[in-house]
Protein backbone atom coordinates (compact mmCIF):
# COMPACT_ATOMS: atom_id res chain seq x y z
CA UNK A 1 0.00 0.00 0.00
CA UNK A 2 1.12 3.84 -1.23
CA UNK A 3 0.66 5.84 1.88
CA UNK A 4 2.85 8.66 0.52
CA UNK A 5 5.56 7.93 2.33
CA UNK A 6 9.43 7.72 1.76
CA UNK A 7 12.39 6.38 3.35
CA UNK A 8 14.54 8.35 1.00
CA UNK A 9 17.14 9.71 3.57
CA UNK A 10 17.17 13.63 3.21
CA UNK A 11 18.20 15.64 6.10
CA UNK A 12 16.26 19.03 6.56
CA UNK A 13 17.56 21.81 9.42
CA UNK A 14 15.82 24.97 8.93
CA UNK A 15 17.24 28.04 10.98
CA UNK A 16 13.94 31.21 11.41
CA UNK A 17 15.98 33.96 11.03
CA UNK A 18 13.69 36.85 11.40
CA UNK A 19 10.00 37.49 12.59
CA UNK A 20 8.76 41.12 12.20
CA UNK A 21 5.26 42.87 12.21
CA UNK A 22 4.20 41.78 8.46
CA UNK A 23 6.70 38.94 7.94
CA UNK A 24 9.17 35.90 8.78
CA UNK A 25 12.07 35.09 7.18
CA UNK A 26 13.62 31.72 7.19
CA UNK A 27 16.26 29.46 5.87
CA UNK A 28 16.47 26.06 5.12
CA UNK A 29 19.32 22.94 3.70
CA UNK A 30 18.45 19.66 2.84
CA UNK A 31 21.27 17.39 2.76
CA UNK A 32 21.38 14.32 0.59
CA UNK A 33 22.40 11.54 3.24
CA UNK A 34 21.54 8.89 1.37
CA UNK A 35 23.49 6.55 -0.81
CA UNK A 36 21.69 7.18 -3.96
CA UNK A 37 21.79 10.32 -5.64
CA UNK A 38 18.70 12.89 -5.63
CA UNK A 39 17.86 15.53 -8.64
CA UNK A 40 16.64 18.86 -6.69
CA UNK A 41 13.96 19.06 -9.05
CA UNK A 42 12.73 16.10 -6.81
CA UNK A 43 12.94 17.57 -3.29
CA UNK A 44 10.29 19.97 -2.20
CA UNK A 45 10.10 22.00 1.44
CA UNK A 46 6.62 22.30 3.40
CA UNK A 47 5.72 24.77 6.31
CA UNK A 48 2.66 25.85 7.65
CA UNK A 49 1.08 28.88 9.39
CA UNK A 50 -1.89 29.88 10.50
CA UNK A 51 -3.23 33.45 10.03
CA UNK A 52 -6.45 34.74 11.51
CA UNK A 53 -6.55 37.93 9.65
CA UNK A 54 -8.09 36.91 6.21
CA UNK A 55 -5.86 38.43 4.39
CA UNK A 56 -3.72 36.14 1.78
CA UNK A 57 -0.61 34.68 2.57
CA UNK A 58 2.40 36.01 0.06
CA UNK A 59 5.01 33.30 0.36
CA UNK A 60 8.87 34.69 -2.01
CA UNK A 61 12.51 33.53 -2.59
CA UNK A 62 15.08 35.71 -1.52
CA UNK A 63 17.54 33.17 -2.50
CA UNK A 64 17.19 29.40 -3.98
CA UNK A 65 20.39 28.51 -2.34
CA UNK A 66 23.48 26.24 -3.98
CA UNK A 67 24.88 22.80 -3.86
CA UNK A 68 27.70 22.61 -1.50
CA UNK A 69 30.22 19.40 -1.25
CA UNK A 70 30.97 17.54 1.88
CA UNK A 71 33.61 20.26 2.55
CA UNK A 72 31.18 23.37 2.22
CA UNK A 73 32.23 24.59 -1.22
CA UNK A 74 29.51 26.06 -3.22
CA UNK A 75 29.18 23.97 -6.58
CA UNK A 76 26.67 25.00 -8.03
CA UNK A 77 23.83 28.21 -7.96
CA UNK A 78 20.40 26.70 -7.60
CA UNK A 79 18.26 28.19 -10.15
CA UNK A 80 14.12 28.29 -10.59
CA UNK A 81 13.19 27.78 -7.29
CA UNK A 82 9.56 29.11 -6.54
CA UNK A 83 7.13 29.31 -3.51
CA UNK A 84 3.48 29.11 -3.40
CA UNK A 85 1.07 29.11 -0.68
CA UNK A 86 -2.13 26.91 -0.57
CA UNK A 87 -5.05 27.55 1.80
CA UNK A 88 -6.90 25.06 4.09
CA UNK A 89 -9.60 24.66 6.78
CA UNK A 90 -7.48 25.26 10.00
CA UNK A 91 -6.40 22.10 11.64
CA UNK A 92 -3.96 21.26 14.54
CA UNK A 93 -3.14 18.87 17.51
CA UNK A 94 -4.58 21.72 19.56
CA UNK A 95 -5.83 25.22 19.93
CA UNK A 96 -2.66 26.34 20.54
CA UNK A 97 -0.71 24.73 17.18
CA UNK A 98 -3.35 25.53 14.42
CA UNK A 99 -2.35 25.93 10.61
CA UNK A 100 -4.59 27.19 7.73
CA UNK A 101 -1.63 28.03 5.11
CA UNK A 102 0.63 25.57 3.89
CA UNK A 103 3.95 27.09 1.96
CA UNK A 104 5.68 24.70 -0.55
CA UNK A 105 9.35 25.68 -2.00
CA UNK A 106 10.28 23.77 -5.34
CA UNK A 107 12.85 24.24 -7.63
CA UNK A 108 12.89 22.84 -11.73
CA UNK A 109 16.89 22.96 -11.56
CA UNK A 110 17.19 19.36 -12.21
CA UNK A 111 20.93 19.27 -11.33
CA UNK A 112 21.53 16.39 -9.21
CA UNK A 113 22.41 16.43 -5.19
CA UNK A 114 25.38 13.40 -4.70
CA UNK A 115 25.53 11.52 -1.72
CA UNK A 116 26.53 13.95 1.52
CA UNK A 117 26.34 17.14 -0.76
CA UNK A 118 23.62 19.63 0.27
CA UNK A 119 21.15 22.12 -1.24
CA UNK A 120 22.25 24.87 1.04
CA UNK A 121 21.20 28.54 1.71
CA UNK A 122 17.11 28.31 0.64
CA UNK A 123 16.30 31.77 2.13
CA UNK A 124 12.14 32.29 1.75
CA UNK A 125 10.10 34.45 3.46
CA UNK A 126 6.51 34.74 3.99
CA UNK A 127 4.02 38.19 4.60
CA UNK A 128 0.54 39.06 4.12
CA UNK A 129 -0.56 40.58 0.30
CA UNK A 130 -0.08 44.34 1.04
CA UNK A 131 2.32 43.85 3.88
CA UNK A 132 -0.41 44.00 6.39
CA UNK A 133 0.23 43.52 9.96
CA UNK A 134 -0.30 40.11 11.62
CA UNK A 135 1.98 38.03 14.27
CA UNK A 136 4.33 35.49 12.85
CA UNK A 137 6.06 33.11 15.07
CA UNK A 138 3.08 33.57 17.72
CA UNK A 139 2.04 30.36 19.61
CA UNK A 140 -0.80 29.79 17.11
CA UNK A 141 1.42 29.00 14.22
CA UNK A 142 2.27 25.61 13.76
CA UNK A 143 5.82 26.19 12.02
CA UNK A 144 7.58 27.60 14.62
CA UNK A 145 9.40 31.00 14.28
CA UNK A 146 12.96 31.86 16.49
CA UNK A 147 15.55 33.60 15.34
CA UNK A 148 19.20 33.35 14.68
CA UNK A 149 21.54 30.10 14.06
CA UNK A 150 22.42 27.15 14.66
CA UNK A 151 20.38 25.17 11.65
CA UNK A 152 18.26 22.23 13.10
CA UNK A 153 15.39 19.71 12.58
CA UNK A 154 11.89 20.73 13.38
CA UNK A 155 9.29 18.17 13.01
CA UNK A 156 7.05 21.01 11.65
CA UNK A 157 8.88 21.55 8.54
CA UNK A 158 8.95 19.10 6.12
CA UNK A 159 11.06 17.39 2.99
CA UNK A 160 9.30 15.46 0.59
CA UNK A 161 11.01 13.34 -2.27
CA UNK A 162 9.38 12.91 -5.51
CA UNK A 163 5.97 14.04 -3.54
CA UNK A 164 6.46 11.55 -0.98
CA UNK A 165 7.19 13.12 2.72
CA UNK A 166 10.35 11.65 4.04
CA UNK A 167 10.28 10.47 7.26
CA UNK A 168 14.05 10.96 8.67
CA UNK A 169 13.05 14.13 10.98
CA UNK A 170 10.01 12.33 12.10
CA UNK A 171 8.07 14.91 10.46
CA UNK A 172 4.18 16.00 11.93
CA UNK A 173 2.59 17.85 9.16
CA UNK A 174 -0.94 19.28 10.67
CA UNK A 175 -3.54 16.41 11.10
CA UNK A 176 -5.83 17.16 8.20
CA UNK A 177 -1.79 17.37 5.73
CA UNK A 178 -1.74 13.69 4.71
CA UNK A 179 0.51 11.87 4.49
CA UNK A 180 2.09 12.21 7.90
CA UNK A 181 5.05 10.76 9.43
CA UNK A 182 6.69 9.48 12.19
CA UNK A 183 9.69 8.65 14.02
CA UNK A 184 12.00 5.40 14.57
CA UNK A 185 12.16 4.25 18.16
CA UNK A 186 15.42 3.86 19.43
CA UNK A 187 16.97 1.43 22.11
CA UNK A 188 17.00 -1.77 22.37
CA UNK A 189 14.63 -3.56 19.41
CA UNK A 190 14.36 -6.66 18.46
CA UNK A 191 17.15 -6.75 14.98
CA UNK A 192 14.62 -8.01 12.80
CA UNK A 193 12.43 -4.87 13.42
CA UNK A 194 15.44 -2.97 13.54
CA UNK A 195 15.93 -3.56 9.34
CA UNK A 196 12.33 -3.19 8.70
CA UNK A 197 11.06 -0.26 6.23
CA UNK A 198 8.97 2.64 7.78
CA UNK A 199 5.96 2.01 5.74
CA UNK A 200 3.49 4.62 7.41
CA UNK A 201 0.98 5.02 9.85
CA UNK A 202 -1.09 2.81 11.00
CA UNK A 203 -5.17 3.14 10.91
CA UNK A 204 -6.87 4.74 13.61
CA UNK A 205 -9.18 1.72 14.31
CA UNK A 206 -6.36 -0.84 13.97
CA UNK A 207 -5.10 -2.16 17.34
CA UNK A 208 -1.79 -2.28 18.52
CA UNK A 209 -0.02 -4.86 21.09
CA UNK A 210 3.51 -3.70 22.44
CA UNK A 211 5.49 -4.29 25.34
CA UNK A 212 7.68 -1.92 26.57
CA UNK A 213 10.67 -3.64 29.45
CA UNK A 214 13.25 -1.31 31.20
CA UNK A 215 16.37 -2.27 32.85
CA UNK A 216 15.53 -3.15 36.61
CA UNK A 217 18.20 -0.69 38.83
CA UNK A 218 19.24 -2.39 41.70
CA UNK A 219 19.39 -1.16 45.33
CA UNK A 220 23.43 -0.17 46.34
CA UNK A 221 21.59 -1.89 49.66
CA UNK A 222 20.00 -5.09 48.11
CA UNK A 223 21.77 -8.17 49.85
Known amino acids: MDLGLSSTDLDLTVSANA ?15 D ?5 LSDITIKYWINDTTGNAVVPQIWYGGCVTDAGGTCVHQVSNVTASAASFPACGPDANHQANWEITI ?11 FTWSGVQSAVNLSGYQPFTPGSGTWYSGCGSGQPFKE ?3 FAVYAQGKLVTSNGITPPDCRAPHGSQRLTGYISPLF ?22 VRVPADFP
Do not use: E, I, W
Not at 19 to 33: E, H, I, T
Not at 109 to 114: M, R
Open 19 to 33: CYGNGAQNYFRVKNA
Open 35 to 39: TAAVA
Open 106 to 116: TTADSTVLDPG
Open 154 to 156: DPH
Open 194 to 215: ATAPLVGPVPASTPVTMAVSLP
